[in-house]
C-alpha cells in the first residue's frame, strides 16, 4: 500500500508548546514539502527538502522547524513562536526534477486552543 | 507569495453542464498542473501542461495553455456530483526546480 501518510488527523495544543506533524512516504521520493492552508485559501509552502539531510525554507518558514535524517520522513515542529498556527497543514513528496507531480497526504489539521 | 489566481472563486452548475475554470500567473513558468482537493482532504494530481504545448486531454477534462497572457483553463465536461470539489492550479518555474506556486483555488459545487 504505497503513498504518504501524516499523522495525527486532528491536533489540539495549547499556545506556548511546540507541536511535531509527522510525515512518512513510501513512494521512494527524494523530495518532500510541507504546506500551510488556511480556510478558503490556496497553498503555501513552509519548508522543502529535495534530498536526505538537506532543507530549504519556503514562503513562510518562520516559527517552523524541520528535519530530515531519512528518505522516508519529514517531520514539522511548529514551534512557540509560529503566531497563529491554526491551520490545516499538508505533506506532499515528488520525484526530483523540473516541477514534478506532486504526492499529498490527507492533512492534520492543527488548533491551538 | 501566490502566483496563481483562479477565477472564479467559487462556480455552481447542475449536472450534466460544463465547468470551466481559469487560472492567470505572473513569472515564466517551466509546467502548469491542476490539483483537486475534497472539503477537508490532501490534494491529487489531475493533469501537467507543459509550456511548449497548448492543449492537452484527460478523461472528462481539458486543459489550455496561453502562455502570452500567462493564463490556463480547466474544463470539466458533463459534470457530475462527485466533482465537487475545489480545484487549484500550481505552476512550476523556469529553469527547474521542485517547488510549485499555488493558486488560490475555484470551489465547484455541482448539483443534482
Known amino acids: 500500500d504505497g503513498g504518504i501518510t501524516q499523522s495525527p488527523k486532528y491536533l489540539f495544543r495549547k499556545e506556548g508548546q511546540n507541536v511535531t506533524l509527522s510525515c512518512e512516504q513510501n513512494l521512494n521520493h527524494d523530495a518532500m514539502y510541507w504546506y500551510r492552508q488556511d480556510p478558503g485559501q490556496g497553498l503555501r509552502l513552509i519548508y522543502y527538502s529535495q534530498i536526505v539531510n538537506d532543507f530549504q525554507k519556503g514562503d513562510i518558514a518562520e516559527g517552523y522547524s524541520v528535519s530530515r535524517e531519512k528518505k522516508e520522513s519529514f517531520p514539522l515542529t511548529v514551534t512557540s513562536a509560529q503566531k497563529n498556527p491554526t491551520a490545516f497543514y499538508l505533506c506532499?513528496?515528488?520525484?526530483?526534477?523540473?516541477?514534478?507531480?506532486?504526492?499529498f497526504g490527507p492533512g492534520t489539521r492543527l488548533t491551538v486552543l | 507569495s501566490q502566483q496563481g489566481e483562479e477565477d472564479p472563486q467559487a462556480l455552481s452548475i447542475q449536472e450534466g453542464e460544463n465547468a470551466t475554470m481559469n487560472c492567470s500567473y505572473k513569472t515564466s513558468i517551466n509546467n502548469l498542473q491542476w490539483y483537486r482537493q475534497n472539503s477537508g482532504r490532501g490534494l491529487v494530481h489531475l493533469i501537467l501542461i507543459r509550456s511548449n504545448e497548448r492543449e492537452k486531454h484527460s478523461g472528462r477534462l481539458r486543459v489550455t495553455l496561453d502562455t502570452s497572457k500567462k493564463s490556463s483553463s480547466l474544463l470539466i465536461t458533463a459534470s457530475r456530483a462527485a466533482d465537487t470539489a475545489s480545484y487549484f492550479c500550481?505552476?512550476?518555474?523556469?529553469?527547474?526546480?521542485?517547488?510549485?506556486?499555488f493558486g488560490t483555488g475555484t470551489q465547484l459545487k455541482v448539483e443534482l
Open positions: 506532499a513528496s515528488s520525484i526530483t526534477g523540473n516541477s514534478n507531480e506532486q504526492f
Open positions: 500550481a505552476t512550476g518555474p523556469t529553469g527547474g526546480g521542485n517547488k510549485l506556486t
